[in-house]
């Protein structure tokens, strides 16, 4: 019988609604048991693509004598992190000092009032490499609640105080200056592998933040070495098992320090993120090897991760028939049964596949080996390798495709979807793409539409027709990043007016005067043990992160000064902690480089279609220009459409031809209207 998460839209949390747990979602409900039985709550949090949370469940919380412990002395609380990063932040804190690490599942053990007395993460069902069991865990824990409860309220005190204190900034305001960004990419280039890429050692995670804090630190100073630092990173995060060389797309991190050996599951914003940072290594480079993975990882979310609604699926699970990774290895057998014994041999020396395996027996596709050195040895010409492999792809896509699928969480998350509108919205100007363009609008109106709660506001999640759970600071601040983003592909206001009123609601609702940062919560949300405020990028930027870069490019174009005031003491407030742990502020770190280099504004004049329009603009569009921002007044506009973007006041065409005007802070230099005049006013050499 379906115990209480059956009624729920999660994916991961309806994989647990037929456990004989008694789970609760987290809410008053069960809060108000656990305070009228004076029980300890036991909190899980996992989410649908990781591993060890199906490990766990099927260990201990499909076992019915685990379950019957569970019940009689718990109150069991189950919650995806991506729908409550407020709930998840808070505990992974907890967890993290308790224990010094911390990672999903996450088990917490909390008083009825929420907090937290201990903790860790997974659990084996029987004592193992020094680790307890689940089921001494549960007994001893409830062991100190009844017999130690002094103890226990004393830990829980210390822990809840130690939380409040680690939401606080705690560090004056500090001076903003590139000092901080010399150190910060000196740093961190300092810790990257220059053989093998990344951070040395393994596990190898990819960090798209850090790598786009990279580029623009190449493109400030000139210095190749982060350039070879950052070519070595893509070129062997593509060519290792962690990219899927039949499908597109990248896979969560390797485990060793080759990009091997990946875990599997597909998350939508490590796409969404990498995908952006290929396209503008493209653009700083003309290198086209970047484009093709950056295309390919678009062409992947197209195919498999795209809703009926225009949304954006959340993750592909990294098992199927209950083994990690079964979907996407192959055999030699296998290669050849799709190809042929001719091609099949080629596609196999090229991809590394060999009778040994290089996991568990089977092969993960990697393409460690040069293309010209492949053919070479096996006698063929570069180009008949290339056509060979061009041929094989779709075939095994196609034959893959016929295998048991990785499950797929298809619920639809506002900060993730306003990723990959941000990515599709770039691509679409880099290329001049109208499928991607199509498909970034197509997002957006879906996000502004329908993901709103009963009273109208941004919701955070989406699936099967139920929007729910009030928006965090993260989907109103990457949601501003994306709508700007889509202005300056589109040049249509009403993106821009949408991207105001977030930043408008963002200030209302989440921002905090005294200590110049953002809450990830809203100021009438539900109370929880804490007000958390996430104020480090990691997988995914923070929501400061965020709100810091949405609001200083938008004050460049509609001149609203509060705007970049505010923005700027985000980046004050963070000014110590950027400088003294840069790993943790890649985007943070991107936003004071664009408040520090003195943005360039591009005013353009003409009809978006018109071939001499779209000249000019692909002159900025192709290039990697980080710190320009973009607006565009067409002939026929009133001269009201400079309310909303006064970069566009006084704007003419110069002799019925489209005009570029190069500005800063609204300081012009001459307009021009030939597309090599505007990219010597830019500075741009060499770029795709």
């Not at 860790?120 to 001893?140: C, I, K, N, W």
């Not at 821009?496 to 963002?506: G, I, K, P, S």
Request: proline residues 5%.
């Amino acid at each position: 019988m379906p115990n209480r998460l059956a009624g729920e839209t999660s994916p991961y949390l309806l994989q647990h609604q037929d456990n004989p747990v008694d789970w609760y979602p987290w809410g008053p409900e069960a809060l108000e048991r656990a305070s009228a039985e004076d029980r300890p709550i036991l909190l899980s949090i996992g989410y649908s693509a990781c591993h060890w949370c199906h490990v766990m469940a099927h260990e201990s919380f499909e076992d019915d004598q685990t379950a019957a412990v569970m019940n009689e002395l718990y109150v069991n609380i189950k919650v995806d992190r991506e729908e409550r990063p407020d709930i998840d932040s808070i505990y992974m804190t907890a967890v993290q000092q308790m224990t010094g690490h911390g990672g999903w599942p996450m088990t917490m053990f909390l008083t009825p009032q929420g907090e937290p007395f201990y903790g860790g993460t997974y659990y084996p069902p029987e004592p193992r490499h020094g680790m307890p069991s689940f089921r001494q865990v549960l007994l001893a824990v409830h062991e100190a609640w009844t017999e130690r409860r002094e103890d226990v309220d004393q830990s829980a005190a210390h822990l809840t105080g130690a939380l409040r204190e680690s939401a606080g900034l705690r560090a004056p305001a500090g001076a903003l200056d590139t000092t901080i960004l010399d150190r910060a990419s000196a740093a961190l280039a300092e810790r990257m592998d220059a053989q093998w890429g990344g951070t040395r050692g393994a596990p190898k995670f990819p960090q798209p933040l850090t790598l786009e804090f990279l580029l623009r630190s190449w493109k400030r100073t000139g210095d190749d070495k982060l350039m070879r630092l950052l070519d070595v990173t893509l070129r062997r995060m593509a060519a290792g098992g962690m990219y899927d060389h039949v499908g597109g797309g990248f896979a969560r991190y390797s485990v060793d320090a080759h990009w091997l050996v990946p875990h599997f599951e597909k998350m939508l914003y490590d796409n969404a993120l990498l995908a952006r940072l290929y396209l503008h290594a493209w653009q700083a480079t003309g290198d086209d090897a970047y484009r093709t993975v950056a295309e390919d990882v678009l062409g992947w979310v197209s195919r498999e991760m795209t809703s009926p609604e225009g949304g954006f699926y959340s993750a592909l699970d990294a098992d199927s028939e209950g083994e990690e990774g079964l979907f996407y290895v192959w055999s030699p057998a296998g290669i050849d049964e799709v190809l042929g014994a001719e091609d099949g041999a080629l596609v196999r020396a090229y991809y590394g596949v060999t009778a040994e395996g290089n996991f568990e027996g089977h092969n993960i596709l990697h393409a460690w080996r040069p293309l010209d050195e492949v053919a070479r040895e096996n006698g063929v010409a570069p180009e008949h390798l290339a056509a060979v492999l061009d041929r094989a792809r779709p075939k095994l896509y196609d034959a893959r495709a016929k295998r048991i699928w990785p499950g797929r969480d298809d619920k639809i998350l506002t900060s993730w979807n306003a990723m990959m509108v941000h990515t599709l919205a770039e691509a679409a100007r880099a290329w001049d793409s109208d499928e991607y363009r199509a498909s970034a609008i197509r997002a957006a109106e879906f996000l502004l539409g329908s993901l709103r709660t009963e009273d109208g506001r941004l919701a955070r999640t989406y699936k099967d027709g139920n929007a729910r759970i009030p928006a965090f600071l993260e989907d109103h601040a990457l949601l501003a990043e994306a709508l700007v983003a889509l202005y300056e592909t589109t040049f249509d206001a009403r993106w821009l007016a949408e991207a105001r009123t977030l930043a408008d609601r963002m200030l209302d609702a989440f921002w905090d005067e005294d200590e110049g940062a953002f809450y990830d919560t809203a100021r009438d949300a539900e109370t929880l043990v804490i007000r958390p405020r996430d104020l480090y990028d990691n997988a995914t930027p923070a929501g400061n992160s965020s709100a810091a870069n949405a609001l200083l490019r938008l004050s460049e174009l509609t001149g609203v000064g509060r705007y970049a005031d505010v923005g700027r003491r985000v980046l004050e407030s963070m000014a110590q902690a950027m400088a003294r742990m840069p790993s943790g502020f890649g985007h943070l770190l991107g936003a004071l480089d664009f408040h520090l280099a003195v943005p360039t504004e591009v005013a353009f004049v003409g009809a978006p279609e018109a071939e001499d329009t779209r000249a000019l603009l692909a002159v900025v569009h192709r290039a990697y220009l980080p710190n320009v921002v973009t607006a565009l007044r067409r002939p026929d506009d009133a001269e009201d459409v400079a309310d909303a973007v006064p970069l566009l006041a006084g704007r003419t065409a110069r002799e019925g031809r489209a005009t570029a005007y190069v500005c800063e802070r609204f300081a012009c230099q001459q307009p021009v209207t030939d597309p090599a005049a505007l990219a010597e006013q830019l500075g741009i050499v060499g770029t795709g």
